[in-house]
């Protein structure tokens, strides 16, 4: 079973909300990661965890807060978003941090009002 | 840094092949990956290989891999509609992040 998980598949939210968006593998695997992907782009990376430890920030702004709970949950915690943060949410997971395959998740559709 | 080029669009008739191209900068690329995105979907892995590999065949999916010329492709025989999608190509490198070209839009014309 190569399955990640996310919940919820749509969001709309204001720029004032506080929202989460939830990713869970059980596959075993101990690195997750959090992408951004924009219309007719690829996906960029935001966070990697690594054995539910933060080893990669690429440099996103504080209103995206992540959070890996356990070793197969990760959460991004969404605060204050501008218009410009709608994109497709992507969680991804490898059974190790590096080189090893990620597999993705289908991605939450984030709309900021 | 790493760069990974792809051309834009391909378009192709039902039952045709479909060749896409890739390009990457990294010699010490130690994986390489084709994963394929329907809209509105997330990314699923297609086939991967290693670096140490020239070809690798996984049903109608062929990849090539040319580490002189730093060239991948991604052929796919009996070329269907619902093969209608994003193709990307991604590089692994050491312990850096997965770097993954523009995309190729693929149309298939029935």
């Not at chain 1, 919940?7 to 709309?12: A, F, I, Q, Y």
């Not at chain 2, 996984?58 to 580490?67: A, C, E, G, S, Y």
Request: aromatic share 10%; proline share 4%.
């Amino acid at each position: 079973d190569t399955e990640v998980t996310q919940t919820p598949k749509h969001l709309v939210m204001g720029m004032t909300n506080k929202k989460s968006l939830k990713c869970e593998q059980h596959m075993g695997h101990r690195a997750m990661y959090w992408y951004k992907q924009k219309a007719k782009k690829p996906p960029e990376l935001m966070f990697v965890y690594s054995y539910e430890k933060l080893s990669i920030n690429e440099s996103v702004p504080s209103r995206f807060s992540p959070e890996c709970p356990n070793s197969s949950l990760l959460n991004l915690h969404l605060h204050a978003l501008q218009p410009e943060d709608s994109a497709l949410y992507l969680c991804a997971s490898s059974s190790r941090a590096g080189t090893d395959t990620q597999y993705f998740g289908p991605g939450t559709r984030l709309t900021v009002l | 840094g790493e760069d990974v080029e792809q051309s834009l669009f391909l378009s192709v008739r039902e039952g045709d092949s479909s060749v896409i191209n890739c390009t990457y900068t990294d010699s010490s690329s130690t994986y390489l990956y084709w994963y394929k995105q329907e809209p509105g979907a997330g990314l699923q892995l297609l086939t991967y290989i290693f670096s140490n590999m020239d070809m690798k065949q996984d049903q109608r999916l062929t990849v090539l891999l040319n580490k002189k010329d730093k060239h991948l492709s991604l052929r796919i025989a009996d070329t269907q509609t619902g093969d209608s999608a994003i193709y990307f190509c991604a590089d692994h490198t050491g312990n850096t992040p997965l770097v993954f070209g523009k995309g190729t839009r693929l149309s298939v014309i029935a």
